[in-house]
């Protein structure tokens, strides 16, 4: 998303997408500050840390530490720039879209299939609990103690799975869903991906193409020079020889 000093409204509706998306994933990386750290980051690259500090109100070591953590996973990455009057550094952060989301889409994935082992978990075991402690214990568990809480010594009682697998069924879902939003997201920036490297590349060859060019026309010229030169030694040559008397 490109920096700009007013944000157009497509791109505030992108932006507010991505918060959706990808909101719970900063937070549960760097805590409650996560949503607002990636408010800021979405409105462009190379965003100033003493700006995220004053908007957030905390130190400059408070702001670096929360960045850390989304640099340590990818998320996020900066371009620094020494004061020349003071000597300290200034760290500029850009957020990466496609690796942010790529990050979700594969946190979605490992709690869709955790969610699809409780549920056979669920489906193929039997559970106890005892009502008195709330303490929930596997079949094997309540055979070995003779179905008597070892807490308090009251019998256990089967557990009833059918409110727990309706809301496994509830999370899944939810999350099947994010994962569709996901992947139309990451669609969209691989393209975008694809097509700047594809202008890089374009860009590049043309440079190339160029180079070669100056090149060739850098060594005609000193081949004209060698011939001109040449020449010229030739012509002092054939003046200087002495005429055959017959």
């Avoid at 969209?188 to 991906?193: A, F, G, H």
Wanted: charged residues 40%.
């Amino acid at each position: 998303m490109a920096s700009k000093t007013r944000m157009s409204a497509s791109e505030k509706e992108l932006k507010k997408t991505y918060i959706d998306l990808l909101g719970n994933l900063v937070e549960s990386l760097t805590g409650k500050m996560g949503r607002d750290i990636l408010s800021i980051l979405l409105d462009g690259p190379n965003i100033n840390e003493f700006i995220i500090a004053k908007k957030l109100n905390l130190t400059i070591n408070q702001t670096r530490n929360i960045l850390y953590k989304l640099s340590d996973n990818g998320i996020v990455s900066f371009n620094r720039k020494k004061d020349k009057k003071k000597g300290w550094y200034t760290y500029f952060w850009t957020i990466d879209i496609l690796k942010t989301l790529e990050f979700s889409e594969n946190r979605i994935l490992e709690s869709i299939r955790n969610l699809h082992s409780q549920k056979r978990n669920r489906e193929s075991k039997r559970f106890y609990i005892c009502k008195t402690c709330g303490i929930e214990v596997s079949e094997e568990t309540a055979l070995l103690n003779n179905f008597t809480c070892t807490e308090c010594g009251n019998v256990y009682e089967a557990q009833d799975s059918t409110d727990l697998l309706e809301d496994i069924d509830s999370k899944t879902s939810k999350f099947e869903n994010e994962l569709v939003k996901i992947k139309e997201h990451l669609e969209v920036e691989r393209k975008k991906m694809g097509k700047k490297i594809e202008g890089k590349n374009k860009r590049e060859k043309e440079k190339r193409r160029v180079a070669r060019v100056e090149k060739k026309k850098a060594t005609d010229k000193e081949k004209r020079k060698l011939d001109k030169k040449l020449g010229k030694k030739e012509s002092k040559k054939k003046k200087s020889k002495p005429n055959k008397r017959k």
